[in-house]
């Protein structure tokens, strides 16, 4: 063998084996959460692998895991879900991991709202599983993140420390950001009509009032008397404005506007993370509020 032939070889062996030992290092975590995904990587960085199983613009309430992601899942060190019951499925996520990795429920970790349940529908009080519309929440989030990271993988937690105060530093300009742009909107104005009822925690931080045409999730239907309780109180109220969402059939709201002199607003992203603007948690929620605010004023 040649010197130069040589030499080659003993830096690919030597190149595989450090990717191999950086790659055996990483945190490998499995995603239910478009929020969870963002704040694990932002947090994580280098030091985590993360598939996200639920993927930007998917229905989280509608979701199943399918066998492809639950083989993900029984790879995975960290599972991370959205919590206060969005998930029906964390019997299948335990079962894959054989019990091995921790199982997160990042929003069950903070307080809820709790939402009325519709005439006819059966459970007295239901919590809302909305919980990142409300910025103060994701920050919660992004520090239960880091603290999971730094009981996985201690020695890197000056790392983890820093880049979760970055992202903390973030957060905090964005919520001054969402701030400035309600306060355009005089107090009387701040009336939400939205499909389904996604954005009781963005009106409680923000002084909105709010009215959804459909129940908790997007598969509670919205019945006749809801509907036209509904129409009474936009013409009553004098609503200038109602919105779509991205994962929603438009059909009734669209029957709303025929019956008011409330016009679609534009389209609000209710269930996480989005395509375009909406692909990171900070364009999600400028394009919410600035929609919202620039229909309304
Ligand atoms: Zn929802």
């Known amino acids: 063998m040649s010197l130069l032939k040589k030499i080659l070889l003993t830096f690919c062996i030597l190149a595989a084996s450090i990717f191999a030992t950086q790659a055996a290092d990483q945190i490998k975590v499995a995603s239910f959460s478009t929020i969870d995904s963002e704040i694990v990587q932002q947090v994580g960085g280098d030091h985590v692998e993360v598939v996200a199983l639920v993927k930007p613009g998917v229905d989280p309430h509608e979701y199943e895991p399918t066998p492809a992601d639950l083989s993900e899942v029984s790879k995975a060190q960290l599972i991370l879900t959205s919590g206060k019951h969005m998930e029906n499925y964390l019997n299948k996520l335990q079962e894959a991991t054989g019990g091995k990795a921790d199982l997160l429920k990042v929003g069950d970790h903070f307080s809820s709202l709790k939402m009325k349940p519709r005439e006819g529908e059966k459970s007295s009080v239901i919590e809302d599983p909305h919980w990142w519309h409300s910025v103060g929440n994701v920050k919660q989030a992004t520090k239960i993140i880091r603290d999971e990271l730094i009981?996985?993988?201690p020695a890197d937690k000056a790392d983890f420390e820093k880049n979760s105060n970055a992202y903390l530093a973030k957060l905090d300009a964005l919520d001054d950001w969402l701030k400035r742009k309600v306060a355009e909107l005089p107090r009387d104005q701040r009336k939400l009509v939205t499909s389904h009822d996604a954005f009781q925690y963005l009106a409680r931080d923000y002084g909105f009032k709010i009215e959804?045409?459909?129940g908790v999730s997007a598969?509670?239907?919205a019945s006749n008397k809801h509907?036209?309780?509904l129409i009474d109180d936009?013409?009553?109220q004098g609503v200038k404005a109602i919105f779509l969402e991205n994962t929603l059939n438009?059909?009734?709201t669209t029957e709303i506007t025929r019956e008011t002199s409330a016009k679609i607003g534009g389209t609000l992203y209710p269930d996480g993370l989005g395509t375009g603007d909406a692909s990171t948690y900070e364009g999600m929620m400028k394009h919410n509020v600035a929609t919202i605010v620039d229909a309304l004023k």
């Open 151 to 153: 009981k996985l993988d």
């Open 212 to 214: 959804a045409i459909e």
């Open 219 to 221: 598969e509670t239907e």
């Open 227 to 229: 509907v036209s309780d």
């Open 234 to 236: 936009i013409k009553k």
């Open 250 to 252: 438009p059909k009734v």
